[in-house]
């Protein structure tokens, strides 16, 4: 068996390039990393690098060998700094999980209201989208996750932080500005930007059109909320988004109009029962309360 030790020896030769710099790398003598890398290659049956002219030329067994050992040090490096972390602040960093919309239209602003209370709190962010994001949650792999549905597990307490409907979004001198509430008629034989086919919303939005007779010109689409709120802004066509999206992105040639047929969008906040509660747990969620508070209201402004 390889001790640590040998390993040690191994990894110092390989990163300094020589036994005689590897020794002073290990605060050691040469003739130890020597007599070390030579019982490490007896124990294995098989020579790590090959003797040319007093140099040491790694194997391609070496080379494979020190990448494992360079994957076990950096998680070995990770929780030295976890350590170090935990010493400096007993809190830690806050590990949050969510849809990627929501890591741009809701959680910066709730991240803000943190910082104000906590100076100096750190937090780590995770953009994923279903089915992971409701499987990392499940297995308790994070501190607090928001979703746009109440997750039936047993092991989360589910908390619905806002409830609105998909906006208007068009380019800011569109001739449609002059209505203060779009219906489907509106766009009737109008470009029209689209989330991908599969999207639940884009399927909601189809169904909408579908059901009263509206053709409208469906010339591009996309996965990304964002990304159809720029093509909007440059005049590529008109699309309806999640309402979180369209307040972030909105101005700069970007101008919300209220949908005249409801389609829900809603944010709910995942907070794990199994796994111990972080000391910032409760100032982040009443963060992101008062961020969604502030959010319904600039939504309610849309209503003419």
């Given at each position: 068996?390889?001790?640590?030790?040998?390993?040690?020896?191994?990894?110092?030769?390989?990163?300094?390039?020589?036994?005689?710099?590897?020794?002073?790398?290990?605060?050691?003598?040469?003739?130890?990393?020597?007599?070390?890398?030579?019982?490490?290659?007896?124990?294995?049956g098989?020579?790590?690098?090959?003797?040319?002219?007093?140099?040491?030329?790694?194997?391609?067994?070496?080379?494979?060998?020190?990448?494992?050992?360079?994957?076990?040090?950096?998680?070995?490096?990770?929780?030295?700094?976890?350590?170090?972390?935990?010493?400096?602040?007993?809190?830690?960093?806050?590990?949050?999980?969510?849809?990627?919309?929501?890591?741009?239209?809701l959680?910066?602003?709730?991240?803000?209201?943190?910082?104000?209370?906590?100076?100096g709190?750190?937090?780590?962010?995770?953009?994923?989208?279903?089915?992971?994001?409701?499987?990392?949650?499940?297995?308790?792999?994070?501190?607090?996750?928001?979703?746009?549905?109440?997750?039936?597990?047993?092991?989360?307490?589910?908390?619905?932080?806002?409830?609105?409907?998909?906006?208007?979004?068009?380019?800011?001198?569109?001739?449609?500005l002059?209505?203060?509430?779009?219906?489907?008629?509106?766009?009737?034989?109008?470009?029209?930007?689209?989330?991908?086919?599969?999207?639940?919303?884009?399927?909601?939005?189809?169904?909408?059109?579908?059901?009263?007779g509206?053709?409208?010109?469906?010339?591009?689409?996309?996965?990304?909320?964002?990304?159809?709120?720029?093509?909007?802004?440059?005049?590529?066509?008109?699309?309806?988004?999640?309402?979180l999206?369209?307040?972030?992105?909105?101005?700069?040639?970007?101008?919300?109009?209220?949908?005249?047929?409801?389609?829900?969008?809603?944010?709910?906040?995942?907070?794990?029962?199994?796994?111990?509660?972080?000391?910032?747990?409760?100032?982040?969620?009443?963060?992101?309360?008062?961020?969604?508070?502030?959010?319904?209201?600039?939504?309610g402004?849309?209503?003419?």
């Open positions: 068996m390889l001790s640590h030790r040998h390993i040690e020896v191994f990894r110092a030769v390989m990163t300094a390039g020589s036994v005689t710099s590897a020794a002073a790398l290990l605060h050691t003598s040469q003739p130890t990393v020597s007599r070390e890398l030579a019982r490490v290659e007896q124990l294995l098989y020579a790590l690098f090959e003797r040319q002219g007093g140099r040491l030329r790694p194997t391609r067994r070496a080379l494979a060998l020190f990448e494992a050992v360079q994957r076990a040090y950096q998680g070995l490096e990770q929780v030295s700094a976890r350590a170090l972390e935990l010493a400096r602040d007993d809190l830690g960093t806050l590990e949050l999980l969510c849809l990627p919309a929501l890591s741009h239209a959680l910066p602003g709730a991240c803000a209201r943190l910082q104000q209370q906590h100076a709190a750190a937090a780590s962010i995770t953009p994923q989208e279903p089915p992971l994001l409701d499987d990392w949650l499940q297995a308790q792999r994070f501190d607090l996750g928001l979703t746009e549905k109440a997750l039936p597990a047993a092991g989360l307490e589910m908390e619905q932080l806002m409830s609105a409907d998909e906006v208007c979004v068009l380019p800011s001198a569109h001739a449609l002059s209505k203060a509430v779009l219906s489907p008629q509106d766009f009737e034989g109008l470009p029209f930007l689209s989330l991908g086919s599969a999207d639940p919303y884009r399927q909601q939005v189809d169904a909408v059109f579908a059901e009263h509206v053709r409208r010109l469906l010339s591009l689409q996309t996965h990304s909320a964002v990304a159809l709120c720029e093509m909007v802004r440059h005049g590529l066509g008109v699309a309806i988004v999640n309402p999206t369209a307040l972030a992105c909105e101005g700069h040639g970007i101008t919300l109009r209220r949908f005249s047929v409801s389609v829900p969008y809603e944010v709910w906040l995942a907070r794990p029962l199994l796994r111990a509660q972080h000391g910032l747990s409760g100032a982040m969620q009443a963060a992101l309360r008062a961020e969604a508070i502030d959010l319904q209201q600039r939504l402004q849309l209503v003419p």
